[in-house]
C-alpha cells in the first residue's frame, strides 16, 4: 500500500516560509504576496526535493484561482504518494483541478508533466488551503424572520469557505433583509440565508395607477402575489372585481398597462 507523505507549508524558497499568500489582482493575475510570519514550517525529510517544487507550482495555481474577496490564503498541508517521482527531463507542467470539497478548504490537483507537447506524466497531488476575507457576521443572534438592522452585523476578517460568491462583504448587502433561518452571533451571514422585504404582499390593499400621456386613473385593489418593485403581478380592481397584471411600482402602489 503506497504511503502518503505529509507536506507542510513549504520552505522551498524562504520568501515563502510561515506565511500567508495574498491574492492580489494584477496585470497578470493573481500574484503572490507574504503576510506576517506565521512561524517555521519543514517539508517532510524524504523526497524534499519533489516536496518543494510541488508545493511552488500548486501555490502558483492556486493563486490564480482565487476570487478578489479572499484577502488571504494559505495551504495548511500538501500530500503526494511517495512512490510517484517527478520526471527528470520534462518541458513544462501544469495543473488541473480535479475535485474540491464541497466546503473548497480540500482540493485535489492533478499536476501533468510534458515533454514535446505530450504528457508523460500525471501526479496526484491534495491540499488543504484555508482562505481569509472581510465578511459580514451577525453581531448577536438574529432569530428567523427578523429584518437585519447594519447594528446587528460587523464586518470582520475571518476564515471563510465556499461558495465564496454567498459572501456578504458590505453590511448594506445585508440590512433590509429578513433573516430566512435563526443567525448565531459571531458566524457568517451568507446571502442564502437571507430573504428580500417583499414591497407588497398577497392580501395588501393598493392603489391601481393607469395613466397615458393625457391622462391618469387610479383605483383601489387588493395583491393577489407578493412581488418586489419592478415585479409583474396579478391584483384585483376591487370597483369591477377585475383581475388585471400590474406592475409594483412601490409599497403600496402598481400600475397596469393603458
Request: glycine content about 8%.
Amino acid at each position: 500500500m503506497n504511503k502518503l507523505i505529509p507536506l507542510f507549508l513549504a520552505s522551498y524558497l524562504s520568501a515563502f516560509q510561515g506565511g500567508f499568500n495574498t491574492a492580489l489582482a494584477g496585470a497578470n493575475g493573481a500574484n503572490l504576496h507574504n503576510a506576517p510570519s506565521g512561524g517555521e514550517e519543514k517539508l517532510a525529510p524524504a523526497g524534499a526535493e519533489s516536496a518543494g517544487f510541488l508545493q511552488k507550482t500548486v501555490e502558483e495555481f492556486l493563486a490564480t484561482q482565487m476570487p478578489p474577496s479572499v484577502e488571504e490564503w494559505k495551504i495548511t498541508s500538501l500530500a503526494y504518494n511517495q512512490s510517484e517521482k517527478i520526471p527528470k527531463d520534462f518541458d513544462e507542467s501544469k495543473v488541473v483541478q480535479t475535485s474540491t470539497s464541497p466546503i473548497g478548504d480540500m482540493r485535489t490537483l492533478s499536476v501533468e508533466f510534458l515533454k514535446n507537447n505530450k504528457i508523460i506524466k500525471r501526479l496526484s497531488v491534495r491540499c488543504k488551503v484555508e482562505m481569509f476575507a472581510s465578511a459580514v457576521v451577525a453581531k448577536e443572534v438574529i432569530s428567523r424572520g427578523t429584518p437585519i438592522t447594519e447594528e446587528m452585523v460587523e464586518v470582520r476578517r475571518v476564515l471563510v469557505d465556499s461558495p465564496l460568491s454567498d459572501l456578504s462583504t458590505e453590511k448594506g448587502e445585508v440590512a433590509g433583509h429578513l433573516a430566512d433561518r435563526n443567525l448565531p452571533a459571531g458566524k457568517l451571514v451568507r446571502k442564502s440565508q437571507l430573504q428580500k422585504v417583499m414591497d407588497i404582499k398577497a392580501g395588501d390593499l393598493i392603489t391601481i395607477v393607469a395613466k397615458n400621456d393625457t391622462v391618469q386613473l387610479t383605483a383601489r385593489g387588493v395583491a393577489k402575489k407578493d412581488g418586489l418593485a419592478g415585479d409583474l403581478i396579478p391584483v384585483v380592481n376591487l370597483r369591477s372585481n377585475k383581475r388585471l397584471f400590474a406592475k409594483i411600482l412601490d409599497g403600496g402602489t402598481v400600475e397596469v398597462a393603458f
